[in-house]
């Protein structure tokens, strides 16, 4: 017979223990003969791949057994409850992250949570239709469907909270791109202003003769200048000018 995951010990119906291979696979209840098999899984970690199974047994005579962890019906109130532990750790951490990386951690972490205590809630709800008079089984799938509930609102909070953070994050960049330009602007204008009079000096200080040799020295300093702070700001008025749009027909 191939590899179960049901102990030998367990005297169940040989139509459950051929319904359960060598891994768990989803976590469902499955019933006959008035026996109860809940296949369940343990919390996951970020990245864990493979699911660690969990099965609770309820024979015709209503005697509850579990594996791998003994106790039975308490092993199934334990598995609850380590689901609850879980989800108040991520919610803790959800409450100290700020940055990207932290929020993106704290989804990695609620997601697989999140998924599994929503099939757990399922799972309970079909052993809840099996056994509608063990009131402990609604219970239990109350409280699954509370876990559920609050992991689900976790990650909608994780990721509002990365979407706020990401948004920000590119507000703040777009912020800083715009406030590069207008400096850039300011220096192109001003480089416009200068530029005439940085060109005409060079020129006029070059060796050659221009004709202007023997001009008063005040008169023809004040005429470069002039005409260079005209030229500049002629050039820097044509940086700035905004062509008009043209209307289209």
Same mark, same amino acid.
Request: no cysteine.
């Given at each position: ?33 008035? @026996?109860?098999?809940? *296949? ?15 099965? %609770? ?22 598995? %609850? ?24 951690? %704290? ?9 599994? *205590? ?66 850039? @602007?300011?220096?192109? %204008? ?17 060796? *050659? ?15 470069? *200048? ?14 700035? @000018? ?8």
């Amino acid at each position: 017979m191939p590899a179960s995951l049901i102990p030998a010990s367990w005297q169940i119906p040989d139509t459950l223990r051929k319904r359960l291979g060598e891994i768990a696979g989803r976590q469902r209840a499955m019933s006959a003969e008035g @026996h109860l098999l809940l *296949v369940l899984h343990a919390p996951p970690l970020p990245g864990q791949r493979q699911r660690e199974s969990r099965l %609770v047994w309820r024979d015709d005579q209503g005697t509850w057994r579990s594996a791998p962890q003994g106790g039975g019906l308490s092993a199934l109130r334990e598995l %609850v409850q380590e689901f609850a532990d879980r989800i108040e750790k991520i919610e803790t951490d959800a409450g100290h992250a700020d940055s990207a990386d932290e929020l993106f951690a %704290v989804l990695r972490a609620i997601s697989p949570v999140h998924r599994t *205590v929503r099939n757990q809630h399922v799972a309970l709800q079909q052993a809840r239709e099996m056994l509608p008079d063990e009131r402990e089984i609604i219970v239990l799938r109350d409280r699954a469907g509370e876990l559920e509930r609050a992991a689900e609102l976790l990650h909608q909070d994780a990721v509002h909270g990365l979407d706020f953070t990401v948004a920000k994050q590119a507000e703040e960049q777009t912020e800083a791109g715009n406030q590069m330009a207008v400096a850039a @602007h300011r220096l192109n %204008v001003m480089a416009a202003i200068f530029l005439p009079i940085a060109t005409l000096s060079a020129v006029l200080g070059m060796n *050659v003769k221009h004709g202007l040799e023997g001009s008063a020295p005040p008169l023809t300093f004040l005429g470069v *200048v002039g005409i260079g702070f005209a030229a500049g700001l002629t050039l820097s008025a044509l940086i700035v @000018h905004k062509p008009a749009k043209k209307n289209r027909p």
